[in-house]
């Protein structure tokens, strides 16, 4: 049997061929090394005349199914198997056995106004039920991330419908219109519109748009974020957030989550205050002025003109000083022949409280 003919046949077919050849060290080597020691093996039996050539590698190769296809078969047959694979992988949404949790979940996070982050963990096992509830139905059937709109009655809508794959665990969603309330399911869409939900969410609600947006852009990184987002999540509010949200944070920052003065300070936090330097603190204000108009209109604000973005949207940050003021912001028609204006009144009243010191035998 040739060089060639062996290259035809995969590499598990040809390590048993060699296992039956009594080839040494066949279990380590590739397939290259494979071929080439069944090949010495089958001339050394050609030389010596013995009629087994008939051959323990033939009968060997006979023995596997794929010797039956021709070179062309058994290279689609390799081709449809890695699909498969791949498609396999694409569709298993379940969590790394060594990060598996112990139960499903989904926690979706407020980034800003107009992103959220949902993070999830999925066993093995819920995506086996998932396979099993949806029968036939299962080979169309798409890992499936679904955002609902929360109403102001509790009740919900389908907002968003976003196919996801295996190998994350995360996934950044744009939305619209803030303030607004969503939450989340992650389960599979089968082929017959049916939907088996591995997990729901937390409700959040974004914030309005304006100077965090503006000053700090997108996150990029929660462990560097996380009192923020945790924070905009609902975490400070009087309802406090989900369990979900605190609990994943606390796993995955190994500390605490909650107000500075319940997880940061503790006993004898300040036992030499009298050693230290005083504690040095100081605040400023920008005010952050921001609205839409026509794309080619003109506006100005206390008369200094402003840059329109292409969907005629526009951002101006200023310096709000400690005291009322009247700001005036106007946009007028390309032509000239229309003028609105609008006024705001802002006021910044700033005041410093009488410092506070700890008690250092307090236990938090």
């Known amino acids: 049997m040739t060089a060639a003919t062996l290259r035809t046949y995969t590499c598990k077919d040809l390590a048993q061929m060699a296992k039956k050849e009594g080839v040494a060290g066949w279990h380590s080597m590739r397939k290259e090394e494979l071929i080439d020691a069944l090949a010495k093996a089958s001339k050394r039996r050609r030389r010596t005349g013995d009629p087994s050539e008939t051959d323990s590698v033939a009968s060997a190769a006979a023995a596997s199914p794929l010797a039956r296809l021709s070179p062309a078969q058994r290279h689609a047959k390799t ?82 419908e976003i196919a996801i794959h295996g190998g994350v665990n995360h996934w950044y969603v744009d939305v619209s219109d803030p303030p607004n309330h969503f939450r989340a399911e992650l389960g599979y869409s089968g082929s017959n519109d049916a939907f088996y939900c591995l997990c729901r969410s937390n409700k ?29 999540s609902g975490g400070y509010s009087p309802q406090g957030t989900s369990m979900e949200l605190q609990q994943l944070l606390e796993e ?27 504690l040095s603190f100081a605040i400023d204000a920008e005010l952050v002025i921001y609205g839409a108009t026509a794309p080619n209109a003109h506006v100005t604000v206390e008369g200094e003109p402003v840059t329109l973005r292409p969907d005629g949207t526009f951002a101006v940050r200023m310096h709000l000083p400690d005291r009322r003021q009247v700001v005036p912001v106007v946009a007028s028609a390309p032509d000239g022949v229309e003028q609105k204006t609008i006024i705001l009144g802002i006021e910044r009243n700033t005041k410093e409280l009488e410092p506070m010191h700890r008690d250092s035998m307090r236990s938090f």
């Open 79 to 160: 081709r449809i198997d890695a699909l498969r694979a791949r498609i396999s992988q694409m569709k298993n949404i379940a969590s790394p056995a060594e990060s598996e949790s112990d139960k499903d979940r989904i926690v979706l996070m407020v980034r800003d106004a107009y992103w959220l982050q949902a993070f999830w963990e999925v066993r093995a096992s819920s995506v086996e039920r998932a396979r099993t509830a949806l029968g036939h139905n299962w080979h169309g059937a798409k890992p499936t991330l679904r955002i609902y709109r929360v109403l102001e009655d509790g009740s919900s809508t389908l907002y968003r």
């Open 204 to 232: 959040v609600s974004t914030p309005m748009p304006g100077s965090t947006d503006a000053v700090n852009g997108n996150w990029n990184d929660v462990a560097e974020n996380a009192d923020r987002i945790y924070a905009m």
């Open 252 to 278: 995955r920052l190994q500390r605490r989550m909650g107000r500075p003065t319940e997880t940061r300070f503790g006993n004898g936090a300040s036992s030499m205050v009298d050693n230290r330097e005083e």
